[in-house]
C-alpha cells in the first residue's frame, strides 16, 4: 500500500517510459550523501603515509589518500549529470527495438514475478558488463567513450560519476536478451543495479574486505587497481559486481600497492567537453595521417595505443588507459 503523501510520486514513476525509471536516478541523493562524507573525511583525517609513498614509480606526485579536489570533483559530478540525460535518451531508441525482439523474436518470455528470473539477469547482465567493459578497454573507438571515466587522478566517489555520455555499445551488446526473452525493463533495472553497485568501489576508505567476500566481490581494493595507470594493474579487474569473471577470464589483479589513478598519459584539463571527445579528436587525427586502410582500421578498432609498427604485444603494453596524444 503506497502511502497517500507517495502517490502522485509514483504515478508519476510509472508514467515515465522503462528506460527512464531508472534506479540509478533515484540514488542520486545517496550518492551526493556519501561524496559529502567522504570529502568531509578527507578533510578531517591525515594521510599518515611515508613521504615515499606518496610518490608515484614515474614520479609523479600521488593525492593525499581519498582527497577530493574542487575542479576534478566538480567536472565528474556534472559528467555523472549530463550522462543521466544522454543515456536515457539512447535507452529509449533502443527500448522501441527491444520491445520489438521480444515481441515478434524471442521463442519464450521470462517470468517478472518469479525471484529466480532476477537473479538470473542480474548476473547475465553483470557477465555482459565484463565483457562490454573489456572490449571498451582493448577497442579504441570504444574506449573513447569509457576514458574520461579514467581520466582523474583522485579515486574517490566523485569519481564514480564522472560518467561516459555515450552508451551506445551497451545497448548493443544487451540485444541478444530481448530476442531470448528477457523483458526490457529487466535489462535495464539490472544494468542500474550494477552502477549503483559499482559507485560504492570508488573509494580508498574502504581497506580490503572479509576474504570470502574479496574472491567473490568486486570491492573497492579490485577496483583501485582497475582504475590504475601503473603497468601492473592496466587492463585488470573489469568486473561490476562479481570479481570471479576476472578470475575466471584471467584478467585478475590483486592489490599490492597503492596504485597512481588516471591515464597513463594524464589529462589535466577538467573541462568536460575536452575531457568527453579529446579521445574522438586524436582518433580522427590519426585516421587521416595514416598511409593505409590497414593503418586507419588499426587506429580505429586496435587497443589504444596502437601503431602500425606496433606489434599485439606491444601495443597491449601500452594499456587501456593509455589514449593517444590530444
Not at 555482459?128 to 574520461?148: E, M, N, P
Not at 543495479?193 to 574486505?209: A, G, I, K, M, P
Request: hydrophobic share 50%.
Amino acid at each position: 500500500m503506497i502511502p497517500a503523501a507517495l502517490t502522485p510520486i509514483s504515478d508519476a514513476w510509472h508514467a515515465l517510459p522503462e528506460p527512464l525509471r531508472d534506479p540509478v536516478a533515484l540514488a542520486i541523493p545517496f550518492f551526493l550523501l556519501a561524496v559529502i562524507l567522504e570529502a568531509g573525511a578527507a578533510a578531517l583525517l591525515d594521510d599518515d603515509r611515508p613521504e615515499a609513498e606518496r610518490v608515484a614509480p614515474d614520479g609523479r606526485p600521488l593525492p593525499l589518500r581519498g582527497a577530493y579536489e574542487r575542479h576534478d570533483a566538480m567536472a565528474s559530478m556534472l559528467m555523472g549529470l549530463i550522462s543521466v540525460g544522454t543515456t536515457s535518451v539512447l535507452k529509449l531508441g533502443a527500448l522501441a527495438v527491444y520491445a520489438l525482439l521480444f515481441t515478434y523474436v524471442a521463442p519464450w518470455h521470462l517470468p517478472t514475478d518469479a525471484w529466480w528470473s532476477w537473479v538470473l539477469v542480474v548476473i547475465v547482465v553483470d557477465l555482459l558488463f565484463y565483457w562490454t567493459h573489456r572490449i571498451a578497454h582493448r577497442v579504441r573507438i570504444v574506449w573513447a567513450t569509457h576514458q574520461a571515466h579514467h581520466s582523474s587522478a583522485y579515486f574517490t566517489f566523485a569519481t564514480a560519476l564522472r560518467q561516459k555520455w555515450n552508451n551506445s555499445h551497451d545497448l548493443i551488446i544487451w540485444l541478444p536478451l530481448p530476442a531470448l526473452g528477457v523483458p526490457p525493463a529487466m535489462i535495464f533495472a539490472a544494468f542500474s543495479l550494477n552502477l549503483v553497485y559499482q559507485f560504492f568501489v570508488h573509494t580508498e576508505r574502504v581497506d580490503r574486505l572479509w576474504r570470502a567476500i574479496e574472491f567473490v566481490f568486486n570491492t573497492p581494493s579490485h577496483h583501485r587497481v582497475h582504475h590504475g595507470c601503473d603497468p601492473e594493474y592496466l587492463d585488470r579487474n573489469y568486473a561490476g559486481i562479481l570479481i570471479v569473471w576476472d578470475r575466471m577470464f584471467g584478467s585478475f589483479q590483486a592489490e599490492i600497492r597503492r596504485p597512481t589513478y588516471g591515464l597513463t598519459k594524464p589529462m589535466l584539463s577538467t573541462n568536460i567537453w575536452e575531457l568527453q571527445t579529446h579521445e574522438y579528436a586524436a582518433i580522427a587525427r590519426d585516421v587521416r595521417a595514416a598511409g593505409t586502410w590497414r593503418e586507419r582500421l588499426g587506429y580505429v578498432f586496435g587497443p589504444p595505443g596502437w601503431t602500425p609498427t606496433a606489434t599485439g604485444a606491444a601495443a597491449s603494453a601500452t594499456g587501456a588507459a593509455a589514449p593517444a596524444e590530444a
